[in-house]
C-alpha cells in the first residue's frame, strides 16, 4: 500500500483480556519496527523484524507481550492479560531495510485498558 | 547509560521568526540523527537525517545542524508558519550497526499568529 496501515485505530478492552494490534507495511519494505507512546513520554522501542532474521524483542516489558511477523509482511503484536498500565499509543513503522533511509510510521492504535 | 533530551518541552514563536530546536545526547557514537515531526493522533513523520560527517543539512524551509564534539543538534524552522506546529522528535541509532532508533521526547512547537 502506500503507507503503513495499523489497525484497529482506537481500543478499549477490559483488564486481562488479550488484545491483537495489526501492521501492514509498506509493500518490499523488509524492515520492521513497533514502539509505544505513552502520555507525555517518548517512544519506547519494542520489537525489531529484519527479512528472514530472527526479531529483536530486547525492548518487550513482559513476557505477556509478544509479536510475530508472516510472511515477512503483516505483524501482529499481541498483549496477553492486558493491564492498565498498557494503556498507550501503539506504532508500527517499516523501512527498507536501512535506517538511514527514515522510519515510514502508521498512525497507530490508541489502547484503553479499563 | 544512553540519553537524548530534548531540552524544551514547548517552545512558542511567533510567526515569520526563525524556531531553533536542540536535541543533546551522551553516550551514544551515534554514525546519523534523525528529525521527525509529529502531528496529534498521527505517526512520527520523516522529516530530515544529517551524518555525522556532515556540518549542515537543509530542505526547504527547515536546517539541522550536527556537531558531534558538542554531542547536539540544532532543528531550525525559517520563517516560521502556524502550520508548522505539531512536536518535533529527534532521533539516534542505538548503535553501530543497529537499525533501531532512540527517539527523544520531543519539543511542542506552537507559531503564533
Known amino acids: 500500500g502506500a503507507g503503513v496501515s495499523q489497525s484497529p485505530s482506537n481500543k478499549v478492552t477490559e483488564k486481562g483480556k488479550d488484545v491483537e494490534l495489526r501492521c501492514d507495511p509498506i509493500?518490499?519494505?523488509?524492515?520492521l519496527y513497533w514502539y509505544r507512546q505513552s502520555l507525555g513520554q517518548g517512544l519506547e522501542f519494542l520489537i525489531y523484524?529484519?527479512?528472514?532474521?530472527?526479531?529483536?524483542k530486547s525492548g518487550l516489558p513482559s513476557d505477556r507481550f509478544s509479536a510475530e511477523r508472516t510472511g515477512g509482511s503483516v505483524s501482529t503484536l499481541t498483549i496477553q492479560r492486558t493491564q492498565q498500565e498498557d494503556s498507550a499509543v501503539y506504532l508500527c513503522?517499516?523501512?527498507?531495510?536501512?535506517?538511514?533511509?527514515?522510519?515510514?510510521f502508521g498512525s497507530g492504535t490508541r489502547l484503553t485498558v479499563v | 547509560s544512553q540519553k537524548i533530551e530534548q531540552n524544551s518541552e514547548a517552545l512558542n514563536i511567533q510567526e515569520g521568526k526563525t524556531a531553533t530546536l536542540t536535541c543533546n545526547y551522551t553516550?551514544?557514537?551515534?554514525?546519523?540523527l534523525q528529525w521527525y515531526r509529529q502531528d496529534p493522533g498521527r505517526g512520527p513523520v520523516f522529516l530530515l537525517l544529517?551524518?555525522?560527517?556532515?556540518k549542515e543539512k537543509r530542505k526547504e524551509r527547515l536546517k539541522v545542524t550536527f556537531d558531534t564534539t558538542l554531542k547536539q543538534s540544532l532543528f531550525h524552522i525559517t520563517a516560521s508558519q502556524p502550520a508548522d506546529s505539531a512536536t518535533y522528535l529527534c532521533?539516534?541509532?542505538?548503535?553501530?550497526?543497529?537499525?533501531?532508533?532512540?527517539f527523544g521526547k520531543g519539543t511542542k512547537l506552537s507559531v503564533i499568529p
Open positions: 513503522a517499516s523501512t527498507g531495510g536501512r535506517a538511514n533511509y527514515g522510519y515510514t
Open positions: 509493500s518490499g519494505h523488509t524492515a
Open positions: 523484524f529484519q527479512g528472514n532474521s530472527a526479531p529483536d
Open positions: 553516550n551514544y557514537s551515534p554514525a546519523y
Open positions: 544529517i551524518r555525522e560527517n556532515e
Open positions: 532521533a539516534l541509532l542505538r548503535g553501530a550497526g543497529s537499525y533501531q532508533l532512540t
